[in-house]
T-cell receptor
């Protein structure tokens, strides 16, 4: 499978616990994005990496959220001290570095449920 | 929150009918993308548009980038049962390279 992969697909946790999600982009893509999607809404942008550099962060990304892409390949998204409002689908996408085009390809997502 | 106005919110159509949906924005976009999402899965890219006025087809799908750069539409011709799903428009503003802004989606239900 050469698409974007995410792990785990589902995560159930108790309020206050920390969780970490992983995203493996398409191998030749050097841009990686994280989005959050709640029920009945479209995805909302969280953050974006070009190689290992985190270039943009949304105001949605509170200080409990941290994302890394240490070697410019896979990325992790950590949520500390989870709250019930963090329950959502967390989507990762990747795109190739082309000056003009920004076609983003999404993974299957990680569904987080905070009890 | 959502900055794109996508309509209609849902559509119930019979197999074989054509489907049309659109998105409008108060911002000028330099890219419009259309995605389809099945339950429990990530969005799948259908069509990408990069120039104002551009009309692009992908099989039974046709999408256009509005002349004002503030709107786009997607048409599905001769719908089939597997067209069921939620369709999202997404736009990218020129001053934010990575960020896509998504509409709230159009849910399409196809009945035989």
């Amino acid at each position: 499978d050469t698409g974007v992969s995410q792990d785990p697909r589902h995560k159930i946790t108790k309020r206050g616990q920390n969780v970490t999600f992983r995203c493996d982009p398409i191998s030749e893509h050097n841009r990686l994005y994280w989005y959050r999607q709640t029920l009945g809404q479209g995805p909302e942008f969280l953050t974006y990496f070009q190689n290992e550099a985190q270039l943009e962060k949304s105001r949605l990304l509170s200080d409990r959220f941290s994302a890394e892409r240490p070697k410019g390949s896979f990325s992790t998204l950590e949520i500390q001290r989870t709250e019930q409002g963090d329950s959502a689908m967390y989507l990762c996408a990747s795109s190739p570095q082309l000056a003009t085009y920004n076609e983003q390809f999404f993974g299957p997502g990680t569904r987080l449920t905070v009890l | 929150g959502q900055q794109l106005n996508q309509s209609p919110q849902s559509m119930f159509i019979q197999e074989g009918e054509d489907v049309s949906m659109n998105c409008t924005s108060s911002s000028i976009f330099n890219t419009w993308l259309w995605y389809k999402q099945d339950p429990g899965e990530g969005p799948v890219l259908l069509i990408a548009l990069y120039k104002a006025g551009e009309l692009t087809s992908n099989g039974r799908l046709t999408a256009q980038f509005g002349i004002t750069r503030k709107d786009s539409f997607l048409n599905i011709s001769a719908s089939i049962p597997s067209d069921v799903g939620i369709y999202f428009c997404a736009g990218q503003v020129s001053d934010s390279w990575g960020k896509l802004q998504f509409g709230a989606g159009t849910q399409v239900v196809v009945t035989p």
